[in-house]
């Protein structure tokens, strides 16, 4: 009876140790199929990587590449409108205006390609400041004057309700709302477009700009901050763009810290806005003493 219970034992002994070495050869071959996993994947990211930082280099160098061309024609046509070499008649000046505006239009797509390239190469640099609100309104106030130019379209910017003082990167956040207040002027045929600031519980801040334009179906939402996104309509087929604008306000915005978003209906005008931090997170903090006194 004894050898029977030795050879079972044995025999069991045998059996659990060629499951433990069937177990030990199959998960060798899952860790090699693993490491293999691993390292198609880290060959698909430095791919993805190249592939990128190419983008980012062919952007930037045929931006660059374009400026001289536009700035010829804009600085031509200029002088033709200045009549430097004699009179234009009507139809001629019209002309003339049409591709200074063409040339104007150029020159907005190419910034926005430069721009969203030094974006995605991780060149560009933020430089926060003390800045009070009414000053940055005040500033677009400015710039847009001129280009309203429907007299069926207001351009309002609502007063502010503090005299807040915002410590970020005045450019960048200039550079967001300018894109939304053209986006809206663009596509708004009557009506208004507003621009408001709104101070949350949490220390950031919401710009928005709303207008009465043709709204955007909600099924577009989820796209439309992404690069070379643009809604099909009747006005969008008589407009030119690259449609960067918007994909380059929310990589802006993140930047600073913040996010971006709209509402929307079609046919019911839209609201787009971002929220930012009242005051940019630094790596060690801003320091105090550079804010303004009361």
């Not at 390292?39 to 698909?44: G, H, M, N, V, W």
């Not at 931006?63 to 200029?78: D, M, Q």
């Not at 519980?201 to 909600?218: E, K, N, Y």
Request: aromatic content about 8%; hydrophobic content about 40%.
């Amino acid at each position: 009876m004894a050898d029977d219970a030795s050879t079972n034992d044995a025999a069991r002994v045998a059996e659990l140790t060629e499951q433990v070495e069937a177990m030990q050869m199959e998960l060798d071959e899952t860790n090699r199929g693993v490491v293999a996993l691993y390292a198609e994947l880290d060959t698909q990211a430095q791919q993805l990587q190249r592939a990128t930082e190419l983008k980012s280099r062919f952007l930037a160098y045929m931006s660059h590449e374009f400026r001289t061309p536009i700035s010829a024609l804009r600085s031509l046509s200029r002088l033709l409108l200045d009549c430097v070499d004699g009179p234009l008649t009507p139809e001629q000046e019209k002309q003339v205006r049409f591709i200074e505006s063409t040339a104007e239009e150029f020159a907005d797509m190419v910034n926005d390609l430069l721009d969203l390239a030094k974006v995605e190469a991780g060149r560009v640099d933020i430089s926060p400041a003390w800045f009070e609100m009414v000053d940055l309104f005040s500033a677009l106030r400015g710039m847009f004057r001129s280009v309203v130019t429907n007299p069926d379209v207001s351009l309002v910017f609502e007063e502010p309700q503090h005299a807040w003082r915002l410590y970020t990167d005045n450019k960048m956040l200039s550079q967001i709302l300018r894109n939304f207040i053209s986006n809206a002027l663009k596509f708004t045929v009557k009506g208004e477009v507003r621009v408001s600031a709104t101070e949350n519980a949490d220390g950031t801040i919401t710009f928005a700009v709303a207008d009465t334009g043709i709204g955007i179906d909600p099924k577009f939402h989820s796209a439309m901050f992404r690069d070379f996104t643009q809604v099909d309509s009747p006005i969008q087929k008589r407009l030119r763009g690259t449609g960067l604008g918007l994909s380059l306000s929310r990589q802006l915005a993140e930047l600073l810290g913040g996010a971006v978003g709209l509402r929307s209906e079609l046919g019911s005008g839209s609201t787009f806005f971002v929220t930012i931090p009242l005051r940019l997170p630094s790596a060690n903090d801003v320091a105090l003493d550079d804010t303004p006194g009361e």
